[in-house]
């Protein structure tokens, strides 16, 4: 189904596009764009990783991740701000994630070894005063579950050799990075459109990458 992954691709673009807009005006006009935007980006790579012509366990596994993430998306919407339900739902994302690398195959032990560093060090970088901050919030012990579980689906994304799922989970494991220190640390103006260029690059990618399979 090359030409309808190639039109959700499209489709996800304009929305991504428009996301990126909107966070980067952040007024009431920036606001009501993200409502619609940031749901319809999401949707756009569960219809490319539908259409993407994959495995078919790669598949599944991929399109329940990208539905929990829109479940997380909605919950993180400032009108809806339910942090902790975001937070849930883009743990069992990444769980799902997790069993779709797992399904692509884990047969590059040398890159696991490199993504694990790189994820080191950008947990070493931030990953304690994120954790300070949660503890503050009383939110210590499922944003360290969090912060494991998004480790491990990136170090699996290095270990599949692919390199669509390798961007991905890294791009992930950095907007999470950037959205836990706006949160729990300190946000800077340039927080909201750093968390969804990294984040929209890493569902992009994991969604893509379901090609490859």
């Not at 090359?2 to 006009?29: E, K």
């Not at 619609?36 to 598949?59: D, E, Q």
């Not at 560093?117 to 931030?126: E, F, N, Q, R």
Request: include cysteine; glycine fraction near 14%.
């Amino acid at each position: 189904m090359p030409g309808m992954f190639a039109l959700a691709a499209a489709l996800t673009a304009v929305a991504v596009l428009a996301n990126w807009w909107s966070r980067w005006v952040g007024d009431r006009r920036g606001h009501s764009v993200e409502r619609i935007s940031k749901p319809a980006a999401t949707i756009g790579t569960i219809l490319m990783a539908a259409t993407a012509g994959g495995g078919r366990g790669v598949t599944v596994a991929a399109l329940v991740a990208l539905v929990l993430c829109l479940v997380g998306d909605i919950a993180l919407l400032p009108d809806v701000d339910r942090f902790l339900l975001g937070l849930v739902a883009f743990l069992g994302g990444h769980l799902a994630f997790a069993v779709m690398l797992a399904m692509a195959g884990l047969h590059h032990g040398a890159l696991a070894g490199i993504g694990l560093i790189v994820v080191g060090a950008i947990g070493g970088v931030v990953a304690a005063p994120i954790l300070r901050g949660a503890a503050r919030q009383h939110l210590g012990v499922p944003v360290a579950v969090y912060l494991a579980v998004i480790s491990t689906m990136a170090v699996l994304g290095w270990a599949t050799g692919n390199w669509l799922f390798l961007v991905g989970g890294t791009a992930f494991v950095v907007s999470d990075a950037i959205l836990g220190s706006g949160r729990f640390v300190a946000e800077r103006r340039w927080t909201p459109l750093a968390v969804m260029v990294t984040y929209h690059l890493a569902i992009v990618a994991l969604a893509a990458g379901v090609r490859l399979t």
